[in-house]
T-cell receptor
Framework: NAGVTQTPKFRILKIGQSMTLQCTQDMNHNYMYWYRQDPGMGLKLIYYSVGAGITDKGEVPNGYNVSRSTTEDFPLRLELAAPSQTSVYFC????????????FGSGTRLTVV | AQRVTQPEKLLSVFKGAPVELKCNYSYSGSPELFWYVQYSRQRLQLLLRHISRESIKGFTADLNKGETSFHLKKPFAQEEDSAMYYCALSPLLYGNNRLAFGKGNQVVVIP
């Protein structure tokens, strides 16, 4: 039982490049989330999903896209990387939303130069 | 919309001293409150949730609806408590299960 797995752990992008941050969970959780963590700013919700085929925007969705074709996978896509997207990205999942808390991945540290 | 406030960014305490991390929230309904912890170079993990009324690693937190607070306390800090702590809130609404996080408290326990 690996929990929530994120890849890659680190990445440096040039402005305008694109990439996909991968997230997969093996706990059969319906709910999955993407957060970004900026120093002194806490965690901001980018996108979330309540099940396969269903996604919705969080607080800071601009510049990102997601898809949820399976229960296990919830990739986050950056189409045109910008310096403002330099951050640590966390994927999380939960069984029934809020009641039991979230299980987080180890994070992806992204730098856009 | 829900909001979580953690007023102190950095808290330094001596080993053996009490530690209290403040968390206030604004939400019109009845929320679920959580504390998450992130140790150095580790992933964010759930520390405790108010609904469980539990003590984890010596930490406790009481939900005070009158003061809209959920402060985290430990009577005797240990060096291994040095970490980043986040207070989080989730509204008890069907279909709305997104956690809102505070900005976090960096706790440094001085030996």
């Amino acid at each position: 039982n690996a929990g929530v797995t994120q890849t890659p752990k680190f990445r440096i992008l040039k402005i305008g490049q694109s990439m996909t941050l991968q997230c997969t969970q093996d706990m059969n959780h319906n709910y999955m989330y993407w957060y970004r963590q900026d120093p002194g700013m806490g965690l901001k919700l980018i996108y979330y999903s309540v099940g396969a085929g269903i996604t919705d925007k969080g607080e800071v969705p601009n510049g990102y896209n997601v898809s949820r074709s399976t229960t296990e996978d919830f990739p986050l896509r950056l189409e045109l990387a910008a310096p403002s997207q330099t951050s640590v990205y966390f994927c999380a999942s939960s069984y029934s939303g809020q009641r039991y808390g979230y299980t987080f991945g180890s994070g992806t540290r992204l730098t856009v130069v | 919309a829900q909001r979580v406030t953690q007023p102190e960014k950095l808290l330094s305490v001596f080993k053996g001293a009490p530690v209290e991390l403040k968390c206030n929230y604004s939400y019109s309904g009845s929320p679920e409150l959580f504390w998450y912890v992130q140790y150095s170079r580790q992933r964010l993990q759930l520390l405790l949730r108010h609904i469980s009324r539990e003590s984890i690693k010596g930490f406790t937190a009481d939900l005070n609806k009158g003061e809209t607070s959920f402060h985290l306390k430990k009577p005797f800090a240990q060096e291994e408590d040095s970490a980043m702590y986040y207070c989080a809130l989730s509204p008890l609404l069907y279909g709305n299960n997104r956690l809102a996080f505070g900005k976090g408290n960096q706790v440094v326990v001085i030996p």
